[in-house]
């Protein structure tokens, strides 16, 4: 359902996601604070199958409702899960149910059946009677560790480059990890078609804004939220910097990452340099031809 109406259900899912945090965050039977986080939105699994979920990075606590004083979790505890996910659960099925009420799910295929009100109705019951599972941990280092979570969550696509062990005119091998025997990786080989269809996937909807912030971390409010979460907690804030960084966007990643976008990756030794540039949304020009000599 999600994958044939992305960006409804997408939209669903980081609304239902926001709306849990929120408000389970703010109840005083569990933090009784307001909270800040970033989601993003991941759509693939280690096999490249279509598995839509958010991944959300949430501070271990909360400004109080007066914004007075920072209220912290308890010790290796956030917020209970089991409560996350039935509210989670009965907010995500209330929007599509509203979804459908409004004719904003198409289905096809398959699906085509559910176009019906009973069938929609009988698939939604079958859901709410299915345990919905929120998984909560605490990171494992400290705050350079959360960045470099953040850094290799944020942009990536639904397969990294080291993860490919293989291709030819048939045929695609790569790595995935079976997280039901996560001690022994495993390898998958497709014919090339198959792992084109299974990456084109998770192509989004053009415009689709898949990492969010919410509440303390919501971009009108950050800057000053964040000011008095520092001030409360003693916190210095962190410095500016204040260096420009290169013109050349070569340069700026070069200095980023270590690596040349000057130099041919294929050899390491030639030169890269431009031989041509076009607008946006215009096709490249084939070069001239060259004269003989």
């Known amino acids: 359902?999600?994958?044939?109406?992305?960006?409804?259900?997408?939209?669903?899912?980081?609304?239902?996601?926001?709306?849990?945090?929120?408000?389970?965050?703010?109840?005083?039977?569990?933090?009784?604070?307001?909270?800040?986080?970033?989601?993003?939105?991941?759509?693939?699994?280690?096999?490249?199958?279509?598995?839509?979920?958010?991944?959300?990075?949430?501070?271990?606590?909360?400004?109080?409702?007066?914004?007075?004083?920072?209220?912290?979790?308890?010790?290796?505890?956030?917020?209970?899960?089991?409560?996350?996910?039935?509210?989670?659960?009965?907010?995500?099925?209330?929007?599509?149910?509203?979804?459908?009420?409004?004719?904003?799910?198409?289905?096809?295929?398959?699906?085509?059946?559910?176009?019906?009100?009973?069938?929609?109705?009988?698939?939604?019951?079958?859901?709410r009677r299915t345990d919905w599972v929120v998984y909560a941990k605490a990171p494992f280092g400290g705050p350079q560790q959360v960045l470099d979570y953040l850094g290799r969550y944020t942009h990536r696509v639904a397969i990294a480059n080291h993860r490919l062990l293989a291709c030819d005119d048939s045929h695609v091998t790569f790595r995935w990890k079976d997280y039901r025997r996560a001690d022994k990786p495993r390898t998958m080989r497709l014919p090339v078609q198959e792992f084109i269809r299974r990456f084109l996937q998770h192509v989004l909807p053009h415009g689709l804004q898949r990492i969010r912030h919410y509440g303390l971390l919501s971009n009108r409010l950050r800057e000053a939220r964040l000011a008095t979460c520092r001030r409360l907690l003693d916190a210095k804030s962190p410095a500016r910097d204040t260096c420009s960084p290169p013109a050349d966007y070569?340069?700026?990643?070069?200095?980023?990452?270590?690596?040349?976008?000057?130099?041919?990756?294929?050899?390491?030794?030639?030169?890269?340099?431009?031989?041509?540039?076009?607008?946006?949304?215009?096709?490249?020009?084939?070069?001239?031809?060259?004269?003989?000599?």
């Open 1 to 127: 359902m999600a994958f044939q109406n992305k960006r409804v259900v997408y939209e669903i899912l980081f609304q239902a996601t926001a709306e849990t945090l929120q408000t389970i965050a703010a109840d005083p039977r569990h933090l009784g604070a307001v909270i800040g986080f970033i989601a993003i939105l991941h759509t693939w699994g280690q096999n490249l199958v279509h598995h839509s979920h958010l991944h959300c990075v949430v501070p271990g606590g909360g400004l109080s409702p007066d914004g007075q004083r920072w209220v912290a979790c308890r010790p290796g505890f956030f917020l209970p899960v089991r409560v996350l996910s039935r509210l989670f659960r009965r907010l995500f099925l209330a929007r599509l149910q509203q979804a459908f009420e409004t004719g904003a799910l198409q289905f096809c295929a398959s699906l085509a059946p559910l176009a019906e009100p009973d069938a929609f109705a009988r698939a939604l019951a079958d859901a």
């Open 250 to 293: 070569r340069d700026h990643y070069e200095a980023l990452t270590g690596r040349s976008l000057r130099v041919c990756p294929a050899c390491s030794q030639g030169h890269m340099f431009d031989i041509a540039r076009w607008l946006p949304s215009t096709s490249p020009r084939a070069p001239p031809a060259q004269a003989a000599v």
